[in-house]
């Protein structure tokens, strides 16, 4: 079981940025980040592979959000960039053994950070 700690959250203005990290206790192949705005789903928004350096991302923050990660440290980053409204969220990370934006795909989930963006 991979513990994963999310960290970076806040609020900031709608153009802003900000980056999220999610330390992990082990390496697993997949980590992606997915969020939940109150009343809706949770959505996937990002996923990164350890070895092949392979990312995704959902269509509503390709161009703003990057997904990286260091190895040496367990860590992976979601930059966010010219942050909007709809982008508030808590914003989870993930750990799976699959590159896949489906939630159900990943088995080891962080507690959240909240990032609220205003207008």
């Known amino acids: 079981q991979v513990q994963l700690v999310e960290s970076g959250g806040g609020l900031v203005q709608a153009g802003g940025s900000l980056r999220l990290s999610c330390a992990a206790s082990?390496?697993?192949?997949?980590m992606g980040w997915f969020r939940q705005a109150p009343g809706k789903e949770r959505e996937f928004v990002a996923a990164?592979?350890?070895?092949?350096?392979?990312?995704r991302y959902a269509d509503s923050v390709k161009g703003r959000f990057t997904v990286s990660r260091d190895n040496a440290k367990n860590t992976v980053y979601l930059q966010m960039n010219s942050l909007k409204p709809e982008d508030t969220a808590i914003y989870y990370c993930?750990?799976?053994?699959?590159?896949?934006?489906?939630?159900?795909?990943?088995?080891?989930w962080g507690q959240g950070t909240q990032v609220t963006v205003s207008s």
């Open positions: 993930a750990a799976g053994p699959f590159h896949s934006s489906d939630s159900n795909e990943y088995d080891n």
């Open positions: 082990g390496r697993r192949y997949v």
């Open positions: 990164i592979t350890w070895g092949a350096i392979s990312t």
